[in-house]
């Protein structure tokens, strides 16, 4: 029919949300790249000049880089286990028949409305203070001397605020997939005498593969850029400085503008070698 | 045939399931009783769960210190905005990558999604200076782009998986009765796409209400919408619980309402095909 | 092609951004009590002048990276900025800031305590004015000092602090003998860590800006701190910043606490503290045989960024703001011990203040005790006593401050993390072109 009518059409259909993205892609980070070659100080009035590649041989031997990678990868890693572990546990409990299910559903997903300024703060506050935080309360009613979360495992307090707001997220996406599992294949593998446990390894996770593929891909892409829990919580502090959060500190503290930039295309750089083995994974998925 | 549940494990389950759930929830509850409770006996050893005296005095503070209302209208506003702006958007394009793909279809979904991993902190000062010369600072019409952009690969692949479900025939039949592009998009496709497109509604809603870091940067006085409301309670000054948990309630509490309301909507749509 | 796409969604969108008013100023300011008391008295303001206010009310990190950017990048965003002695003067160099020269006679300039205007000067002239003023000072507990059986000199040492803060400890009943600032950050721990460097003989920099922390004096200094904290301060030392103290205090967990004259009214006013009747105070301490205090020097001013269409009305402002009329104000409707202190001479001079603000002269006289000009007992080629006046400061400081901060958390030694801030700063100073 008409092919080629309906080809263009979806070109020009397309054409708006690529060429805002284009833009919105390009615009900054070619100034980005542009910054990133200069030496721009807005504190010693701005633009100082070229200087070539300075700026990201600065950056990578900065003594705070390779740790502030590693962090980064950890935080990411630790809550994406987090989340799709017990995401997985919970889309299972959740499918099971039970009184007031819309209502646990309900209480499930609550943290994902909650904005991760106010999360931060109110676990930073009323949970993980070591004097007078609800879980310091509780060590003290079990007779043990309360965590000082924030400083003695700072980064597994961050994975466990940033997973609580994502947890609902993983869930949510587990849950679906979980509920178009066909029943009688589970049910003829109860027939055949499978344990729950098998029929769990067997069945359901196979199934559930490609709801957990795009719940790593999605998050990953926000968890990379987890800025407001960090500032927040510790600001960077004992070992929980992020690439993103060195970034900041570059540009907005030092008010090193160019360093920072180099910084950037760093970030940008690992983001994208995060992306293509993510979307190996995926792109598999999505022609499925 | 529906399986048999025996009465026992239905109350295991609800059990575990109401214990867990309760557990999850119980920051924000937490929150939300604190906020109605006097700064001494927020910080009360051992901690008073019901039986204190409970009082509104906070939210008053709250109030009196800033405009509640204005914050929220620029939320409202911003998220509202740029979710909208968003669809009109994205629908388009989602609808001719599902319905008449390419070979480099997959290729710029993907690259869509990679937009998404600029850093923001990183082209915090390019954007910055653009927004001075276009004269955006500071106005909900900047943030509802920046928003809308930020949010637009999600919303382009959402949309993209709802209507990869929509059965092609059916397109067929209305193209062999002679609909044309229009009609086509307008009585056949979106009656079928609402669920999706409703939840990709909520959903970028939601992501757009907690966006925290360029509505922060990008806003003075006049569009600062409510995370810039929560940044001004965000360190202690003497006894602070109270107070901190009334602001955080009232920054909250609308999206909570809202996503309580819909959250059949959203569980529904919220797939991103992860379901074939 | 993009811009104007861009322009003209905006521009249809702008509709929605409502009219302006009349005449209004925005100010940036932060979130401490005396600013949120400021702006609760806005109405006087306006009813005097017609002229409407917009507050932006932010945390303070969150205000320096707001107000930092947006006068870097000239955005224009506010008409007055609260900003710091740090930033003043370095802002003022670089033509960012409106001098202040021709405020009214009313206004009397030169009431203004002169530690204050000189730290909020740049070649004489005042670039900010001050809102409130600050010198570092001891508070402490006069029944547990009695219980222990000690007596606080008016200008203590750091023995005898040292033996009164055990004294004090009782952590059974959670007291704490002494509450540090330890949380990371130039204004925060650094501040006060800067200082004990100070008053133990240490500088940041030698007089060719070569970073000093490996030197004894810092050593020292550092391992003197970190003991205190370690084993006399409250769990959770490495994230308690001057608010989180400042709550221990009032609740009656500290015993002594080392931090800003400002503290004085809130930790004695009895709405809000629950030891408001036994607080002393005393000088900064110091080490035997050296005449450096670790007292600081701070002001947070109110400046005028240069460009602002509104310079005449928030000219108008700073006058009421920081005037003696607005102190009287303050005193008439909270009380003479809820003043702003600090920042004008006339206020030390009366005699009513002088009796409801029993920290008053304590408070005066750390300030006079400072001077951002010499603040160490070798020359270094910068100013500022608790802060170096020089834009990479703030980089550095807090990049150091993380090291200190993961010390009192007991993650590393004080030699290792003085190693790794020397690096740290080594590299930002190189980095700067140093």
């Known amino acids: 029919m008409s092919t080629r009518h309906s080809r263009s059409a979806a070109r020009l259909m397309m054409a708006p949300a690529v060429v805002l993205l284009l833009g919105w892609m390009l615009v900054p980070l070619t100034m980005t790249i542009y910054f990133s070659f200069k030496r721009y100080l807005p504190l010693r009035g701005g633009d100082l000049g070229w200087i070539g590649w300075e700026n990201y041989v600065r950056f990578v031997t900065s003594s705070a880089f390779w740790p502030a990678i590693q962090t980064t990868l950890v935080l990411v890693g630790g809550v994406l286990l987090i989340t799709i572990v017990v995401g997985v546990l919970l889309s299972v409990l959740l499918d099971q028949p039970m009184w007031g299910q819309g209502v646990v559903r309900i209480l499930v997903i609550a943290p994902f409305f909650v904005m991760p300024t106010v999360s931060a703060l109110v676990w930073k506050n009323m949970f993980m203070d070591p004097v007078n935080g609800l879980l310091a309360h509780l060590w003290k009613f079990f007779g043990a001397q309360p965590v000082e979360w924030l400083s003695d495992v700072p980064v597994f307090s961050l994975v466990l605020i940033v997973s609580w707001q994502w947890l609902p997220f993983a869930t949510l996406i587990l849950l679906t997939a979980i509920q178009s599992l066909d029943s009688e294949q589970l049910e003829a593998a109860e027939m055949d005498g499978a344990s729950p446990l098998s029929r769990f390894f067997y069945i359901t996770l196979p199934h559930l593969s490609r709801a957990i593929t795009i719940v790593i891909l999605i998050q990953t892409i926000f968890l990379l850029s987890i800025f407001a829990e960090i500032f927040v919580t510790t600001q960077g502090s004992f070992g929980t400085r992020t690439l993103t959060y060195l970034i900041y500190q570059r540009v907005l503290e030092s008010q090193n503008v160019g360093l920072g930039s180099a910084g950037g295309v760093y970030a940008i750089i690992l983001a994208n070698i995060v992306a293509i083995f993510l979307m190996r994974i995926v792109g598999k998925n999505l022609d499925a | ?276 | 092609m993009l811009q104007k796409t861009v322009l003209s969604a905006a521009s249809v969108l702008a509709l929605a951004a409502g009219t302006a008013s009349a005449q209004t100023i925005t100010i940036a300011t932060v979130n401490n009590g005396d600013m949120i008391r400021m702006q609760g008295l806005t109405n006087h303001f306006t009813d005097e002048t017609g002229i409407e206010v917009e507050w932006v009310t932010l945390e303070e990190n969150v205000l320096r990276q707001r107000v930092t950017q947006d006068i870097a990048t000239n955005g224009g965003q506010f008409d007055i900025m609260t900003i710091g002695m740090y930033e003043t003067p370095i802002w003022a160099a670089q033509d960012w800031l409106v001098p202040l020269d021709d405020l009214p006679d009313s206004y009397d300039a030169d009431d203004i305590l002169p530690a204050m205007r000189a730290g909020l000067s740049h070649d004489g002239t005042l670039y900010a004015a001050p809102f409130y003023g600050e010198s570092s000072m001891v508070m402490y507990r006069t029944d547990l000092m009695e219980e222990a059986g000690l007596e606080m000199p008016d200008a203590p040492t750091w023995s005898f602090i040292a033996e009164a803060a055990e004294a004090m400890t009782d952590r059974d009943n959670e007291i704490y003998g002494i509450c540090l600032r330890g949380k990371a950050g130039w204004g925060e721990n650094m501040a006060f860590i800067t200082t004990v460097a100070n008053s133990f003989g240490a500088r940041w920099f030698n007089e060719d800006w070569e970073p000093q922390l490996d030197t004894p004096e810092w050593q020292e200094a550092v391992t003197f701190y970190n003991d205190l904290i370690q084993n006399y301060g409250p769990p959770g030392a490495s994230t308690n910043g001057f608010n989180e103290n400042l709550s221990l205090f009032q609740q009656g967990k500290c015993g002594m606490w080392i931090d800003a004259t400002v503290a004085a009214s809130f930790v004695t006013n009895p709405d809000e503290s629950t030891v408001a009747d036994s607080v002393g105070f005393a000088l900064a301490p110091n080490r035997e045989g050296i005449d450096k205090r670790a007292n600081w020097l701070w002001a947070w001013a109110l400046a005028i960024p240069a460009g602002t269409a509104q310079e005449d009305a928030a000219k108008q402002f700073i006058n009421w703001a920081t005037s003696k009329e607005y102190l009287a104000l303050v005193a008439e409707t909270e009380g003479w011990a809820n003043v702003p202190p600090g920042s004008r001479t006339s206020l030390y001079e009366n005699p009513t203040y002088l009796e409801a603000a029993p920290f008053a002269k304590m408070t005066l006289e750390s300030i006079r005790a400072a001077d951002p000009t010499e603040p160490t007992v070798d020359p270094v080629p910068y100013v500022g006593i608790q802060y170096v006046a020089i834009p990479e400061w703030a980089g550095i400081g807090t990049t150091a401050g993380q090291e200190f901060s993961a010390m009192v958390a007991g993650q590393q030694t004080p030699e290792e993390a003085l190693d790794r801030a020397q690096t740290l700063v080594a590299e930002e100073m190189e980095a700067a072109g140093y």
């Not at chain 2, 920051?27 to 509104?56: C, N, R, V, Y």
């Not at chain 2, 509505?215 to 000054?237: G, K």
């Open chain 2, 1 to 276: 045939m529906a399986r048999a549940v025996t009465t026992q494990r239905k109350v295991t389950n609800t059990v575990i399931a109401w214990g867990v759930g309760l557990l999850i929830f119980f920051p924000i509850l937490w929150t939300i009783l604190t906020s109605f409770k006097t700064e001494a006996q927020a910080i009360s050893d051992p901690p008073l769960f019901l039986f204190f005296d409970w009082t509104l005095e906070n939210y008053a503070i709250v109030q009196e210190r800033s405009d509640y209302m204005r914050f929220l209208w620029n939320s409202v506003i911003i998220a509202g905005g740029s979710t909208v702006l968003g669809l009109v958007v994205a629908v388009p394009a989602a609808w001719s990558m599902a319905f008449v793909p390419s070979r480099r279809t997959k290729d710029v979904l993907l690259w869509m999604l990679s937009t998404k991993m600029l850093p923001a902190v990183g082209v915090l000062y390019p954007i910055y200076l653009i927004f001075i010369r276009l004269g955006l600072l500071d106005t909900r019409g900047g943030l509802v782009i920046v928003i809308m952009l930020i949010n637009l690969p999600i919303i382009v692949w959402m949309l993209y998986t709802y209507f990869r479900e929509i059965p092609g025939e059916i397109l067929e039949a209305a193209r062999m009765d002679g609909a044309g592009l229009r009609e086509e998009i307008l009585y056949v496709l979106t009656p079928m796409a609402v669920p999706g497109i409703a939840s990709t509604l909520l959903l970028n809603f939601i992501l757009a209400w907690n966006e925290a870091f360029w509505t922060l940067n990008l806003t003075a006085a006049t569009s600062a919408p409510l995370t810039a409301f929560i940044a001004s309670y965000s360190s202690p000054e003497g006894l602070f619980y109270a107070k901190l948990s009334a602001a955080s309630t009232m920054a909250i509490a609308p999206i909570l309402v809202l996503g309580w309301f819909s959250q059949k909507q959203l569980v529904r749509g919220l797939t991103f095909g992860a379901v074939k």
